[in-house]
């Protein structure tokens, strides 16, 4: 079965940069609809952003321009490329992945944390 790991998360300043990483393992997942969510202290968890085939992705408008999804399917990672933090972007960001997929579009399905059934345990971005 699929199983993911995050890593990357750290402290970092205002305006500063971070790349967060997460590992697939168990499947294939080039066709999967992938998605990086966060949560922040006592608040839901929300949708960062998409990825599926062929590169397309999606990101919520609070990250647009700043955020970044990029996948290496060779090296069976996802990446989250952020830029000009901000302290309302702390929080624990996690990947999920969905196999089935099409009836809705990834990237509405990434704006719902139930949308997705497998995830990772999160890695921890705090920006000061």
């Known amino acids: 079965h699929v199983q993911l790991v995050e890593s990357g998360g750290d402290s970092v300043q205002s305006g500063g940069s971070l790349r967060l990483s997460c590992v697939v393992s168990g499947a294939d997942y080039s066709s999967y609809c992938m998605a990086w969510f966060r949560q922040a202290p006592g608040k839901e968890r929300e949708g960062v952003g998409s990825?599926?085939?062929?590169?397309?992705?999606t990101y919520a408008d609070s990250v647009k321009g700043r955020f970044s999804i990029s996948n290496d399917h060779a090296k069976k990672t996802s990446y989250l490329q952020m830029d000009n933090l901000r302290p309302e972007d702390t929080g624990i960001y996690y990947c999920a992945a969905n196999a089935q997929w099409g009836v809705r579009s990834c990237a509405t399905m990434a704006r719902t944390a139930s949308s997705f059934g497998v995830w990772g345990r999160g890695t921890q971005v705090t920006v000061s």
């Open positions: 990825y599926e085939r062929y590169g397309y992705t």
